[in-house]
């Protein structure tokens, strides 16, 4: 009987001591979780927001304000970094900034996209929504964005949709205006930029 009460008593150290270990454990990973650093906004690094202008991202003319006549309609689109027109500062601290600014005639939008455009300008994020890279070139023949990594292509007139390659959904899109000719945003992108993971069985959009 004593044997028993003995083997009764240590099961329930044993157990005690399990589940204050695992609660000891579990608590180390809010603590680890809390002391994440979280990622530094800074001007370079600002998201996009409304009355942003935009500069040339690359090229001789790097820099320079994108205005309505530097736009070629059709095509091909310009590459782009917001600057906040009260500091000066270009926001090209943040991959996620970088976007493509392209012209054409507003009745070659549709309706849902040309609501989000001004004389024809369309503003969309450059990173892939497939796996991050960048949309760097442009299939003239389409009229269309294409991603050199595993050829995504988006149709620009069509709200940026996926009309060929492995990319789950559109390109965001940024809405804007033209003021004295000048490209300026009309508000931040309109979903997230570059990956968004969805859940298993949740559908492509």
Known sequence: MADKTVTNRRAVLQ????AGLG????????VVGGLKPKKEITPESEPPKEGDRFVIAEGPDKGK?????????????VLAWPKDPNTGVVKSGERNNLAMIIRFQPDEYDEETRENTDQGVAVYSAICTHLGCTV??????????????????????????VIGGPPPR???MLPVKVENGEVVAAGGFLSPVGVAWRRSGAPRV
């Open 65 to 77: 304000l994108i205005t309505l006549d530097a736009l070629p309609l059709g095509g091909p689109f």
């Open 136 to 161: 760097s070139q442009w299939l003239a023949d389409q009229k269309a964005f294409l991603c050199p990594c595993h050829k995504g292509i988006y149709d620009p007139r069509r709200g940026a949709r």
């Open 15 to 18: 157990a005690s001591l399990g």
């Open 23 to 30: 609660l000891a454990a579990l608590s180390s990973l809010f």
């Open 170 to 172: 559109p390109l965001p």
